[in-house]
């Protein structure tokens, strides 16, 4: 073992679940749980995304609701937490800024940041990729219809340092998705099960994605 990783068994873990959570689901529960006792994380805290530069083409609900959203989700977890550290700031926002604020404020941690599948093999498209994977680890959730093994084995060819700290896991396999989830309320079908309870009541009083 290096010295760099016996330091960062020591030191106390950070998970961080970034996403636009329009709306949170139990695809990203599910991954959130799974990564924080597997990898033995204190604490998650869920960043709902400001403006996403990756997602500029679709209207996105209002910060104010997926935080809101958010904090429904997790209420009734004491290991999850919900930051609005991206939703207050202004212009896009982008991953490797929020990375570094979250340093400052976190200095005796070791941030691991979770994803799904799809999000993880994307990350040499983020902005900074080479500082965001010295900031952070990445843990990888397995996702229905994204397959990360071909991006691992590539990575472990061409990039080791970014090997070294992304590491994949299999989740229960839900094919969630909030796009579907969107879907479903314009078209008036039932979203039941597939999100907490306080979250579909929410989208319902607020006519959200009608
Ligand atoms: P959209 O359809 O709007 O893109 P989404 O369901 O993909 O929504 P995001 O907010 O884009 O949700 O995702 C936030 C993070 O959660 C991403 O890293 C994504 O890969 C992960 N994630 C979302 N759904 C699942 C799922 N069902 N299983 C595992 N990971 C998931
Ligand atoms: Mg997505």
Redesign the pocket.
């Known amino acids: 073992m290096k010295q760099s990783d016996q330091k960062s068994t020591l030191r106390k873990r950070l998970g961080i679940?970034?996403?636009?959570?329009?709306p949170i689901?139990?695809?990203?529960l599910?991954?959130a749980e799974t990564a924080r006792y597997k990898f033995d994380l204190e604490r998650v805290i869920f960043i709902p995304s400001g403006a996403p530069p990756h997602?500029t083409k679709r209207r996105i609900s209002l910060p104010e609701f997926r935080y809101q959203m958010v904090s429904r989700a997790i209420a009734d977890n004491d290991f999850f937490e919900v930051s609005r550290i991206e939703i207050e700031r202004t212009g896009l926002t982008y991953t490797v800024d929020t990375l570094r604020l979250l340093k400052e404020e976190y200095p005796n941690y070791e941030l691991y940041f979770?994803?799904?599948?799809?999000?993880?093999r994307e990350i040499f498209t983020w902005r900074s990729p080479d500082e965001i994977i010295e900031l952070t680890q990445f843990i990888g959730?397995?996702?229905?219809g994204f397959d990360a093994l071909d991006f691992l084995s590539q990575l472990q060819q061409q990039s080791p340092r970014f090997y070294q700290r992304m590491h994949f896991m299999e989740?229960p396999a839900?094919?969630?998705?909030?796009?579907?989830i969107?879907l479903r309320v314009k078209a008036g079908q039932s979203i039941r099960y597939l999100l907490p309870e306080p979250v579909r009541l929410f989208i319902q009083k607020n006519g959200i994605y009608k």
């Open positions: 679940m970034g996403g636009t959570f329009d689901h139990y695809g990203h599910v991954a997602k979770i994803t799904g599948a799809d999000a993880f959730a397995s996702r229905p989740v839900l094919a969630i998705s909030s796009t579907d969107r």
